[in-house]
């Protein structure tokens, strides 16, 4: 696990933004927090760069945690999520 963790440094520096998000990884596991409007750039980013890194994001298992009063807008962002 560790040299795993240490290979996805050059991914986690590429995608690194820290302006517009903050993302946190533990090995292979990668989370973002930012607003609704930064984190689809992120996450096609991810999907783009990732593979030539050799990390395979899966979107089916990605999800969305927001505030319940942001729960509507959530919903229209995650749709440009892929």
């Known amino acids: 696990m ?3 963790a240490f290979a996805t440094i050059p991914l986690i520096r590429e995608l690194e933004d820290i302006s517009i998000y903050k993302q946190v990884w533990y090995a ?3 989370s973002v927090t930012g607003d609704l409007n930064s984190i689809p750039v992120w996450f096609q980013n991810l999907l783009r760069i990732g593979p030539h890194y050799g990390y395979f994001p899966e979107p ?9 009063s ?4 959530a919903k229209y962002s995650s749709k440009t999520l892929v």
């Open 2 to 4: 560790f040299v795993y």
């Open 60 to 68: 089916s298992k990605s999800f969305l945690v927001v505030h319940a």
């Open 70 to 73: 942001m729960i509507s807008e």
């Open 28 to 30: 292979d596991d990668s």
